[in-house]
């Protein structure tokens, strides 16, 4: 800072201001400082503003995967809103694997970050650092329900037993009663949506049917999870005249591609195809697929916005939760 104040010919203290709290200094002195760095080699150096400050400005945020375009449309709009709270985000890839979220987290702890927004695996063995970050900062969950809720952290996604409900209530009131193809065991969403999909099925008087997997793996490739699982049972002949409702439409775009293969939509029959999250492709695949969708935007902000209430001392009571409503999308693929 001394070297830039000479180096610009403006005093420290001004220098100072201008870069904590440019209000404080009148418009023109601003606009002179601004034109007097473009004249030096200076580049802001972000860490080493904040080494003395109460604060960072920085949020986390951890997700399981990058390859993922639900995942995409949500940082994008997490690092908007956080933007419009003059945050700056810091991403990780957890690789929805245990010590990958377990190193994550650690590494925002590092980083002295502000608060973290989490889509968790919600496994239990990531609750001993759970619980150490909390004692740093507050932590949004998104998408997906950690293992618990503690001290200092919110939750908000989609209510599972509503949007699933809704939408096997419809494929019952539209057709044939739906039969239960469930994603890769890999966050507490396959396991909620799964027991939505029974619950309702039980509600409305129809036996609930899961679909049988052969061995295929367990990984964040869903489409082709969705594929390999569909493609052995429709060359088998099985469910090539049911209504299929995939846990999500990464699986379901995968089953599209299994039932088109094997020319299942050619045939004058009633088999059917729904999903769930509206991904952003899901309007793009042949048919068109019907969904759940999940409020993107609106959760990004709800997360945003407790996170910065917890940041700010607005708030510090129980963990709350948070459930923007779904919105069910009929497109072709259940006609």
């Known amino acids: 800072m001394l070297e830039l104040s000479k180096a610009i010919k403006i005093s420290r203290p001004t220098l100072s201001k201008f870069f904590d709290t440019p209000s404080l200094l009148r418009p023109s002195t601003v606009d002179a400082i601004n034109k007097k760095l473009n004249d030096v080699d200076y580049v802001y150096n972000f860490i080493s503003t904040r080494q003395n400050r109460q604060t960072s400005n920085l949020i986390g945020v951890v997700l399981p995967t990058y390859?993922?375009?639900?995942?995409?449309?949500?940082?994008?709009?997490?690092?908007?809103?956080?933007?419009?709270?003059?945050?700056?985000?810091?991403?990780?890839?957890?690789?929805?694997?245990?010590?990958?979220?377990?190193?994550?987290?650690?590494?925002?702890?590092?980083?002295?970050?502000?608060?973290?927004i989490i889509a968790s695996i919600g496994n239990p063995d990531v609750n001993e650092t759970l619980n150490a970050a909390?004692?740093?900062?507050?932590?949004?969950?998104?998408?997906?329900?950690?293992?618990?809720?503690?001290?200092?952290?919110d939750f908000i996604g989609t209510d599972n037993n509503l949007s699933i409900g809704s939408i096997v209530e419809y494929l019952c009131q539209t057709g044939?009663?739906?039969?239960?193809?469930?994603?890769?065991?890999?966050?507490?969403?396959?396991?909620?949506?799964?027991?939505?999909?029974?619950?309702?099925?039980?509600?409305?008087?129809?036996?609930?049917?899961i679909i049988s997997l052969p061995e295929v793996q367990h990984n964040w490739e869903f489409e082709e999870f969705g594929f390999q699982v569909m493609n052995y049972h429709f060359t088998r002949q099985n469910y090539t005249n049911d209504t299929i409702l995939c846990a999500n439409d990464r699986v379901a775009i995968g089953v599209i591609r299994a039932a088109n293969k094997n020319k299942i939509f050619q045939r004058k029959?009633?088999?059917?195809?729904?999903?769930?999250?509206?991904?952003?492709?899901?309007?793009?695949?042949?048919?068109?697929?019907?969904?759940?969708?999940?409020?993107?935007?609106?959760?990004?902000?709800?997360?945003?916005?407790?996170?910065?209430?917890?940041i700010q001392g607005d708030y510090s009571g129980k963990s709350r939760k948070v459930y923007p409503p779904s919105v069910l999308k009929i497109r072709d693929s259940s006609e």
């Open 67 to 116: 390859n993922d375009q639900f995942y995409t449309a949500l940082l994008t709009s997490i690092v908007g809103e956080a933007k419009n709270n003059n945050k700056t985000v810091i991403m990780q890839s957890s690789e929805s694997t245990v010590e990958g979220e377990i190193n994550s987290i650690s590494y925002l702890r590092s980083m002295a970050v502000d608060g973290a």
């Open 176 to 209: 044939l009663p739906p039969v239960f193809l469930n994603m890769p065991m890999l966050n507490s969403n396959a396991f909620l949506r799964k027991d939505a999909f029974v619950n309702k099925m039980n509600q409305l008087g129809h036996k609930p049917t």
């Open 134 to 153: 909390t004692n740093d900062f507050p932590i949004s969950f998104v998408d997906s329900l950690p293992n618990q809720l503690m001290k200092n952290t």
């Open 269 to 310: 029959n009633n088999f059917r195809i729904a999903g769930h999250d509206n991904h952003p492709l899901s309007k793009f695949v042949f048919p068109q697929l019907t969904t759940a969708g999940q409020d993107i935007p609106r959760i990004a902000q709800g997360a945003v916005q407790m996170l910065m209430e917890r």
